[in-house]
């Protein structure tokens, strides 16, 4: 015993090294590729600012995504609170310092580069609230502190995200926190009453939308409501991705996208460029690679000792296959629109950053397998 | 008791991994909902989306098409296209609108007048829509134009097809005009709308508004690649249009152009018709004025003094011109008399003048001469027009029976059916119809003065030629046709339109008389050569009542104001040895038909039988050709 745990230290580096998840990490760089030639197709066939911007960012958080691998999953529980903090930190010096785009304040100016934290707080929800369920006794689960307390640490940063305004990520913040609770063991009557609830109070709701949004809502109900004006993004979408057809029209002649019809065809439309192009094929292979991803993280959870990576690697997964449903539904036009983009193949590069993040610890927990955590 | 035995996390793993299971299950499901959604967008509908996506990056331009062509019958042109060169400039596409329609001015020498027109028209329309700034430039304008273009960004000259009616004022009630297509246009014709591009030209009036459907022609079309933003990005294709039909007319340009010469100063028409065939060899009515200024709108001063004259240039007079046709009625007069029995050809009837004039309930029924003609006979009173013998022939036959014979010759009715939307049908009267629309009955007086072409009677000049055309070919019914290959098959063409033919011959030889015996009311007017002899008869309808007063003071024509002076007509065929054309001449406050319009046959008939070999001539050539 003695023997092993000093050999396991002595080679812990190779010992790591070997343990690294290499199905999910080509997986990964499969779909880096794939977003950086979209990205090139974007930029009309030409290698201009978004497709080096991609790239760049692409391989740096690839690589810082090695390195958080080779943290121990230890470091990770520890910083959960904290990380925490320091992102409801940000999003409060957002709300008085950001920088306003579009209408909206979502950007701090770190001047290297302009981060979104409400991106980033997609991910450490997940941490903190894992850490929080992990040291909690099953039977407390349920406890009306414990649901007081997790709906807290959900309900703050979502709505410092809502008052930015950003309706999108705010949901997607919650979503995650949501499904870590669900994780958690949360008695289902909850989930059911919540939802019931939330269906009933759906028309307060609207009401207190702001224009565009209830407008995004009555478009999603009725794209042909006004073609040109409010309808003009998802009945482009849809025609994008319907001529394409089961082959697609070929890589860079995707005519929807290239005579300047797309809409964000950068950020939360890139699926639609993709899929016109390479069709329903290239479409079913994409959605195969991103279900071979989910796939490998919740395997990783399964084979993981401890609780807490287990909880993360379950919860993280989920949420990457909720940020892809939500994107695809969205410009499949089954959804109405909210801001939300592709994991990995949306620019951005806070959405880059907290996903290569999330996998990162995902890595970690896969590397430190056999760690448990007190 | 047996939670004892099970660890606290092994109960939070076992809730979770089921909860796992939930989930992935649930997972699988929305995945193969996702990819459901793909196969019915990218599979099932795609043929749907490849439409639409065509629909967004394709657009068409169309063109204006090119216009058929109008030729006379000997192939002449006689309205077709020329290149105009015209000036567009696209607002949306000029980066500094100001400055170029400035520099434009500067280079068009426009006046102030028209540059502000240009204005506001550039305001009126979309900033996408093609500001038409000049549409027939002269040359040298438009070479100036293409000197200065690299400082004029955004203006486009534009070599356009374009009417052109080279017999100007010759052919301008037959043809009508074209002008630019206006919202009526586009409502009424489901052909243009679908055609339409700015500046198109459309018949407005005549046989180009007739035949707006043959002549419009099909616009070519351009397609091109545009982005988003309509931007045009490649061309892909360019569809040539068909030019429209040529229409080829029955009418000869020598003599039409004779009939306006003969009408010049005058108001009135001339109507001239081959007999056997019904073609129309020419038709004018007078004053005209030149199509071509319509063509690219008129200008507002020389449409007041069109619209103003009092002689009235824009009605076509031979089609719309109801006129009381006078003692050319006489012959149909005749005829049905002598159709019906109530005469035969030695009837007598004593004409004594004005000091002993035909009485009855107290009207008095003057004939045109005071002398009066004495005892005359049928042949004797068509030729001196003698309305006493007409006033009593009129009183024993009665307007009914008048009516029948008349109508059946083509008066009352429109002659070219629906070709002509301008023609009028004029008016047979008799007692049923003055009962309908009067409501009062009818009066022997009437009968009357109906016997020599006045009160209720109402015709047009080309009513009178086919009538007269009727009469000359034997009394065969005949449809008078202006399109030469319009082969009108009516299954009662050349049907007899008497009972005896025997009449018919007594009519023409009357006729005859009038204008190649002494005394004859045209015989000043005729032509002594057997090859060009004619036979034809006067009228003269009056305007207003003739009152005693005015038989007393028996002015001359020149000393009656303008508009109370008789109407002359004159309706005639020849040559008499073979008949082969009619006419009929209006001219309108002329005075007697015998002084004014009579000698104007003598000048056409010349020329008609001369023109009669050469498309005799043409006729066989063109059938040796096949």
Known sequence: MYQYRRFNNKNGFFQKFGNLDYILLSCLLILGFVSLTTMYSTDGGEILFHTRSHFIKFVIFFSMMLVISFINIKFWFSLGYLSYAVILGMLIWTMNFGITASGSKRWIDLYFLNIQPSELMKIFIILCLAKYFHRMKAQHVNSFYSICFSLIIIFVPMSLVIIQPDLGTSLLIALSGIVVLWFAGLNHKYFFYSCLLSIISLPIIISFLKPYQKLRVLTFLNPDRDPLGAGYQ???????????????KGFLKGTQSYLEFLPEKHTDFIFTLFSEEFGFIGSVLLLLVYSIII???????????????????????????????????????????????????????????????????????????????? | MININISDSATKLNSLNRRMFILATAKIIILGGIVSRLFFLQVKENKKYLTLSDKNRIREWKLPPIRGEFQDYFGNTIAGNFEAYQLHIIPEEVEDFRYVIYRVKELLE???????????KKNEIKP?????????????????????????????PVISISRDYPYKENFTHVLGYVSQANESDLLTNENIKEKFVPGLKVGKTGLEKSFEQKLIG???VERYEVNAYGRRISQLAFQKGDKGETIKLTIDTKIQELTNELLKEKAGSICVMDIYTGAIIAMHSSPSFDPNSFVFGISQDEWQLIRNNPMKPLVNKSLSGNYSPGSTIKPIVALSALENEIIKPDFTVQCKG?????????????????????FVNLREAMKQSCDTYFYEVARRLGVDRLSVTAKKFGLGQKVFKDVFENEKKGLVPNTEWKKNALGRNWVLGETIITGIGQGFIQTTPIQLCLMTAQIANGGYKIYPKIVANDDNQYADKFTPLYKKSRNIKIVQ?????????????????????????????????????????????????FQIPYEERDHALYVAFGPYKSPRYALSIIIEHGGSGGTVAAPLAKELFKMIVDRHEIRKNYDNKKYLDI
């Open chain 1, 234 to 248: 998802i009945i482009q979408s849809k025609i994008a991705v319907g001529s394409g057809g089961f082959t697609g």
């Open chain 1, 295 to 374: 796939y490998r993280v919740i395997r990783i959870g399964a084979i993981s000792r401890s609780y807490f990576a287990k909880l993360f690697c379950y919860s993280f997964g989920t949420s990457i296959f909720i940020y892809v449903v939500i994107n695809m539904s969205m410009v499949l036009g089954l959804l109405p629109i909210v801001g939300s983009p592709l994991p990995i193949m949306s620019y951005g590069g806070s959405s880059m950053l907290a996903t290569m993040i999330g996998f990162g610890i995902v890595m970690s927990a896969k590397t430190h397998s056999q760690q448990s955590i007190a």
């Open chain 2, 110 to 120: 426009l006046s102030e007048k028209q540059f502000k027109k240009i204005v506001k």
């Open chain 2, 128 to 156: 996408w829509e093609t500001l038409i700034v000049a549409d027939n430039l002269s040359w040298e304008k438009f070479s100036k134009i293409n000197n200065h273009l690299y400082d004029l960004n955004g203006v486009k």
């Open chain 2, 218 to 220: 099909s616009n070519s």
């Open chain 2, 354 to 374: 004005h000091k002993n004039p035909l009485e009855l309930y107290g009207q008095t029924y003057h004939c045109w001469k005071k002398e009066g003609h004495g």
């Open chain 2, 509 to 557: 030889d009357a006729m005859f008389s009038s204008t190649n015996e002494v005394r004859g009311t045209s015989y000043r007017s005729r032509l002594d050569d057997p090859k060009y002899r004619f036979a034809g008869k006067t009228g003269t309808s009056q305007v207003k009542k003739i009152t005693e007063r005015d038989r007393e003071l028996d002015l001359k024509t």
